[in-house]
């Protein structure tokens, strides 16, 4: 018998409301498959399993808020029969009685509460903040606007708190990307062709190989270095707000892949269809602002990452070649902002040179 | 088709993108792209939607050539099939 929990989503998402269950009592579920689907402050995300199992017990029914790590429901394992395992009782929320009391009286969800008392049990002192919180800022069930901005700045002030940012900035030549990119556009029919864009996204997954302290997370008070080149990619909805979802695996993928990988990523996220595990296992993220016109970006870092790369807009400027000569040229600036708690100016300032360095080799993205 | 009923056409393809877009407050002699807010996914997928539904084809070295509306419109009439519905 296994636990299934409500998996982290991201920073800026600690809780969920339970939509939908996708499998019922006694269906088999194998690893990765949707079971269910849950809404936060910032969209409907389907929910992954990570263990081939039998669904044995829901614990939550749909409709119910609940924070990030509640066990939704109890599964057997393969090699369990249904008869072999009894399921628990799903674990009780432990409250003190002032607690549920003064809760009753302020209208706070205790649901949706995490405990800050011994073994999580919610306290008094809890409550109060909540109610506070819930006062501050109502949120209505249809306001997600008002609520994916409020997720926004509580993940951005944490990282504004506890992250010592610094900022570099690079103004990197596209010219041999640019007529790269122009010349393999030229052969690809419209829905194949390739945008700068990522041919960036690979650059930085390449550039993460040999800088690899800014790829991971700071946690528990340690740098944890990802395993992956999972980059989260910075859409803006057009609703407005933001979400940043995984691209997975961007370092070994062709650009051709990649593309349309990415076509689908913006796709669903403005379609509010995106996988949990896109919303929690990017180990940087990349914005790119250029089509809006800035020229550069510096980034609040999205925590628990400890790197954010920002990409301004592509244009022709003046440029100095390597023999002196004063030319035009397409170039873009690229950002750095990154934790100083992880890595130093030195280490960006490399980090940006290698970037620049794989965008002067297209054919090698 | 003619040059309203293209018109029509264009919008409701960018509208397929920009689902927020008021066509009222669109003006045809300034930039498609900002007025709108595409991003280059977004005037891709566009692009593609423009392509694939009036059967032009569009090659990326004219994109500098499409920067408003009026640009759109004559681009794509001048290049039309002949008797195509817009269907």
Not at chain 1, 87 to 92: D, K, L, N, Q, W
Not at chain 2, 42 to 69: C, H, M, P
Request: hydrophobic letters at 45%.
């Amino acid at each position: 018998m296994f636990e299934f929990k409500l998996p982290s989503l991201g920073a800026d998402m600690d809780e969920g409301t339970l939509v939908e269950w996708k499998v019922k009592p006694g269906e088999a579920v194998h690893k990765g498959q949707v079971v269910a689907v849950v809404d936060t402050s910032k969209a409907a995300i389907d929910i992954e399993i990570w263990q081939d199992g039998t669904l044995q017990q829901v614990l939550v029914e749909p409709g119910t808020k609940v924070p990030v790590g509640t066990v939704l429901a109890m599964l057997l394992a393969l090699d369990e029969s249904p008869t072999a395992a009894a399921a628990p009782a799903p674990a009780r929320q432990r409250v003190s009685p002032a607690a549920r009391k003064k809760a009753k009286a302020l209208g706070v969800d205790l649901a949706a509460l995490k405990g800050s008392g011994p073994e999580g049990s919610v306290t008094l002192a809890d409550i109060e903040p909540a109610a506070a919180a819930s006062a501050a800022a109502p949120a209505p069930a249809d306001n997600r606007p008002s609520d994916m901005r409020q997720a926004i700045a509580a993940a951005m002030s944490r990282s504004n708190r506890e992250i010592p940012h610094y900022y570099l900035l690079e103004t990197i030549s596209l010219e041999r990307a640019w007529h790269w990119l122009e010349q393999e556009n030229t052969g690809r029919p419209i829905t194949e062709r390739l945008l700068m864009a990522v041919l960036q996204l690979k650059a930085v997954a390449l550039t993460l190989k040999k800088y690899p302290e800014f790829n991971g997370v700071y946690q528990d008070g340690q740098f944890k270095p990802a395993a992956h080149a999972h980059i989260g990619v910075a859409i803006a909805l057009r609703q407005g707000g933001l979400i940043a979802p995984a691209l997975h695996d961007v370092d070994s993928k062709p650009l051709g892949q990649l593309m349309p990988e990415l076509a689908d990523l913006v796709k669903r996220c403005r379609a509010g269809s995106l996988r949990s595990s896109e919303m929690s296992d990017a180990c940087i993220t990349v914005t790119n602002l250029g089509d809006q016109g800035v020229e550069a970006v510096m980034g609040v870092i999205y925590p628990p990452q400890v790197a954010l790369v920002g990409f301004g807009n592509v244009a022709k400027r003046p440029w100095v070649d390597a023999s002196g000569g004063l030319c035009v040229v397409p170039t873009v600036t690229a950002s750095l902002a990154a934790d100083h708690r992880v890595s130093d100016g030195h280490r960006g300032a490399l980090f940006l040179a290698e970037l620049r360095e794989c965008l002067q080799q297209p054919q090698d993205l | 088709m003619n040059a309203s009923e293209l018109r029509s056409t264009v919008l409701e393809i960018l509208q397929s993108i920009a689902p927020e877009l008021d066509e009222a407050l669109l003006r045809d002699n300034r930039p498609l792209r900002l007025q709108v807010d595409l991003d280059s996914m977004d005037w891709l997928n566009f692009l593609i939607g423009l392509s694939q539904r009036l059967k032009v084809v569009i090659a990326e070295s004219d994109y500098g050539q499409l920067v408003t509306l009026n640009d759109l419109l004559a681009y794509l009439q001048a290049r039309l099939p002949k008797g195509h519905a817009g269907a």
